[in-house]
């Protein structure tokens, strides 16, 4: 097999020489042929061109404007982040303010209310017992009326009576004696 | 008809194929350069392919970028389209590679240079890669204009950093510079000679004849296993005769081309990317030539 080969690399070369007429022999395959060298250069030069005048600036430009685009967007981002934390922070103090204030406030409704409920009782109490003292003074005044109407009455029927029966026998003197002792008497009524 | 007897036969075809021919058995001759060979032919092709795609590229990142500014919205900016994605990452894998070996003050001014070898070797490989194509690569008189090219330059800049004879003086280490006399003539002048063998033919003969050499193989290699398989295959050559071992024989080399393909393809971005890699670190070495 190896000899096939080495025939066919033989055979090749011939063959080589044989087409490219003018090639350096059978260097062929590795001897520079300025007909591939020329329009390399040709070709490197144009290319270069478009790339270093046109295409490279281009797409340079646009990684490099991503870039900056990218950075800006991030640091505008971590800027909001921490506005928007610190404005978190802001917001729960005041809510805890607000809270802590409203705590307060129902506090102190509730103890107002709580005065003003003692302060109505209290008055209530206070009111309630003046009535019954006034109550209670008005029956006693009404019953000592009472008693001083009686009394008179009591003492003119007894002299009347009296009268009736003594007539006019009885001398001033006699009768005014009588009146004290009978008032002496229905007065120790009113102490029992 | 034994396979084995039309081998020498095919390999012979491949050989003749891979050789540089007058495209389309045109008149004239081809050491001349009177004409169009077949190398050439499919590098134009390539560069005609490579104008086209960053026209279009270039032209739409253009559209893009005006039509931010108009609206003020930096939407605009967002990659849209994947080919032109895949054109910016090669765009930034080339300016990043020039600022990585040449350095971030120097390195962006060589972006569209170091970028015209990559994608002029890079998309020329897959025109190779097509059955019936070429890769301006694969013919020695292509990459030695390419490699030309690299050492003019790197030359060029070395002497517009340092000067003409910096440049030359730098080619000997700082060390032997400040020895005696005698020590300055004898190490200094072989060092010299040594540097300027390495600098000014080691390092154009290497970027060509790698370039060459890995695409001209790669070629051979896919052509005889295509070969391979098209003779133990007697489906597809008449009048061979064939058996269950040469059935073998032929699928195995179809595997073999498939997975040949494929390797050939990451060559062809791999050379491209070392062609590309070594002229970087050349250019590098003659701006930075006065430090060493």
Redesign the interface.
Not at chain 1, 19 to 24: I, P, R
Not at chain 1, 58 to 63: D, K, N, Q, R, T
């Given at each position: 097999?190896f000899i096939?080969?080495a025939?066919?690399?033989e055979?090749?070369?011939e063959?080589?020489e044989e087409?490219?007429?003018?090639?350096?022999g059978t260097l062929?395959?590795?001897?520079?042929?300025?007909?591939?060298?020329?329009?390399?250069?040709v070709?490197?030069l144009?290319?270069?061109f478009?790339?270093?005048k046109?295409?490279?600036p281009?797409?340079?430009?646009?990684?490099d404007?991503?870039a900056a685009?990218i950075k800006?967007?991030l640091e505008k981002a971590e800027d909001t982040r921490v506005e928007a934390e610190r404005l978190l922070e802001e917001y729960k103090k005041q809510v805890a303010e607000a809270r802590a204030e409203a705590g307060k406030i129902v506090d102190q409704g509730r103890k107002v209310a709580e005065s003003m409920k003692e302060e109505i009782i209290a008055k209530a109490n206070e009111e309630s017992t003046q009535i019954v003292a006034k109550a209670r003074e008005a029956v006693e005044a009404e019953k000592k009326a009472a008693l001083a109407e009686l009394q008179a009455s009591i003492a003119d029927v007894s002299v009347a009576v009296a009268g009736k029966l003594l007539g006019e026998t009885l001398s001033a003197e006699d009768h005014a004696k009588l009146i004290d002792r009978y008032i002496a008497e229905v007065g120790s009524l009113n102490d029992n | 008809m034994n396979p084995m007897d039309l081998l020498p036969e095919k390999i012979e075809h491949l050989v003749h194929e891979l050789s540089v021919l007058p495209f389309n058995d045109m008149e004239g001759t081809v050491a001349g350069a009177a004409v169009l060979t077949n190398y050439t032919f499919w590098g134009i092709v390539a560069l005609v392919t490579t104008i086209l795609i960053f026209t279009v590229v270039a032209r739409r990142e253009a559209r893009r970028i005006a039509l931010a500014a108009e609206t003020g919205s930096a939407a605009e900016l967002a990659p849209r389209s994947r080919f032109t994605s895949m054109i910016e990452a090669g765009v930034e894998f080339i300016r990043d590679m020039a600022i990585d070996v040449i350095g971030p003050k120097d390195g962006p001014k060589y972006t569209a240079f170091l970028g015209t070898f990559f994608f002029m070797i890079l998309v020329s490989n897959f025109y190779g890669l097509i059955p019936g194509g070429k890769t301006f690569a694969g013919s020695i008189g292509g990459t030695v204009a390419l490699a030309l090219i690299s050492l003019l330059v790197f030359v060029w800049v070395g002497f517009a950093k340092n000067g003409f004879i910096g440049y030359f003086k730098s080619l000997i280490p700082s060390g032997v510079r400040e020895m005696s006399l005698a020590g300055r003539l004898a190490l200094g002048t072989y060092i010299f000679v040594l540097e300027f063998i390495s600098t000014f033919i080691v390092r154009p003969l290497t970027l060509a004849v790698r370039l060459f050499a890995n695409m001209y193989a790669g070629h051979i290699i896919l052509g005889v296993f295509a070969a391979f398989t098209a003779l133990f295959w007697p489906v597809l050559e008449e009048g061979l005769s064939w058996s269950i071992g040469s059935i073998t024989v032929g699928a195995v080399s179809l595997v073999f081309l498939v997975l040949m393909y494929a390797f050939e393809v990451f060559v062809a971005f791999i050379q491209a990317y070392v062609f590309t890699i070594l002229t970087a670190v050349y250019i590098q070495s003659s701006v930075h030539a006065s430090e060493h």
């Open positions: 097999m096939e080969f025939y066919a690399a055979q090749a070369a063959h080589g087409a490219a007429e003018g090639l350096a062929g395959a590795v001897y520079p042929n300025p007909a591939d060298i020329w329009p390399t250069w070709a490197f144009i290319l270069f478009v790339l270093y046109f295409a490279f281009m797409i340079v430009g646009m990684l404007k991503r685009a800006e967007s | -």
